[in-house]
């Protein structure tokens, strides 16, 4: 691993170049398990930065839409390489920056190489149908077309695997792009674009500007020539870009919040359910989009499991990320500290019983860091804030169900529809859980949390736009369809 740490200025990347901002104004990077600790510095840019952003990638997408599938491919191959060999560099950079251990991070640095593969394959898949004409005479087949200039706003909670899986199929169709990345964890960001250039992009296809949400971000959605924008975050931003990109006619495609239901039934083995809950409420600080945040647990089983499932929670050891014994790192920032800590506060307000965690871990090593107890808690009820809001921290609500049927009644009844899991080994159970439950990822005796790259990811109701991100419907956004008749 990796262990010497240059504290350093990281510039925008824009037209090939690595270039300073011209408000001249740079942003620290904390590490959140020692707030001491400054990962780098980055650039606060300005609509000025962003606007020869955009310039650059509108002048290159021409040139870069002419490159056959295969040829757009073999540059993100490169980028793969390139990757695989700054593996360890990158996934502690990203460990330093957000806070989740070295053994996540390398993972998602992992899997980002194997999203880059997987896209460099689709090069040489088809983009589109021959259609029958009601005209013998005629030719009539369907082909696609990139969107041409993408934005891409990236949050910090995946700050590797959630660029990559935006910007492979964005670039492998035939789109330029200039991507914004969440600053908590821009240096990582800046990493992985140090890796396209190492691969030898042509100049212009992709570019970086860091800074305020409120500038960089915005003015991404609002920009005219900006085609496409693709977002990940919080809900009240994604509507926000929503509704710019919509007035002035850009497409874009929204990934938001959260309030992931595991369902517990009397059949369950409890053993695989408290691991699996355990993992997707915890890991990462509970700090992913589709973490483990509701449990709901059959009456009859409800003591044993809870009892199960306090016990293994207290195993857990919290540190610093890069420490080989640390299960669980620091929040990724104070203000997401803060965060947590207000809605545990909320939750013991409204009536909740706090079986245990839900304070801040100050003492020794923990002192500098943005570290909070592991929490859950107990005889929750549907109209709590705790039950209703995500939290997106290490908080687990438990409530009993006297059926599956109640249950899934319960897990339906949140504003968002991300991920949701059923632990049952009846096949009734499991039918009704797959046709009923209103969430985009169903998954069955695992965890809720987790979803392989091949395969479609994105929610209903308020956690998307409803597009859907991985795999090959990922084309679906970043490309149009052109309907072709020839006679």
Known sequence: ?????????????????WVASVSNEVEKSI??????????????????????????????????????????GEYLYKVAHVLEKRIDEIAECATREMGKTFAETK????????????????????VGDVIPSTDSSALMFTTRVPLGVVGVITPWNFPIAIPIWKMAPALVYGNTIVVKPATETAV????????????????GVIN???????????????HQDVNGITFTGSNGVGKRIGQAALERGA???????????????????????????????FRS???????????????????????????ETKGISIGDGLDSGTWMGPCASENQLNTVLSYIDKGVEEGATLLMGGKRVEEGCHVNGFYIEPTIFDNCTSDMTIVQEEIFGPVIALMKADSVEEALQLANSVEYGLSASIFTANIQHLLSFVNDMEAGLIRVNAESAGVELQAPFGGMKNSSSHSREQGEAAKEFFTSIKTVFVK
Request: glycine share 10%.
């Open 285 to 311: 600080t509970g700090q992913k989009c589709t973490a483990t945040s509701r449990v709901i647990v059959a009456t009859e089983i409800y003591e044993e499991f809870k009892q199960m499932l306090v016990k």
């Open 208 to 222: 970086m500007v860091t800074g305020p949400g409120s500038v960089i971000g915005q003015g991404i959605a609002d």
């Open 107 to 126: 993972g998602e640095t992992t899997r980002g190489i194997a999203i880059l593969k997987y896209y460099a394959g689709e090069g040489m898949r088809k």
């Open 1 to 17: 691993m990796v262990t010497t740490v240059q504290t350093k200025k990281y510039l925008n990347f824009i037209n090939g170049q």
């Open 31 to 72: 590490n959140p398990a020692d707030k001491q600790a400054i990962v780098g510095y980055v650039q606060k840019s300005t609509k000025d930065d962003l606007n020869r952003a955009v310039e650059a990638a509108k002048k290159a997408k021409e040139k870069w839409r002419n490159l056959s599938g295969a040829e757009r």
């Open 251 to 281: 497409k874009y495609q929204l990934e938001m919040g959260g309030k992931n239901p595991v369902i517990v039934a009397s059949d369950a083995n409890l053993n695989l359910a408290v691991e699996a809950v355990i993992t997707g409420a």
């Open 188 to 203: 990582t960001c800046a990493k992985i674009v140090e890796c396209f250039e190492e691969a030898g992009f042509p100049i």
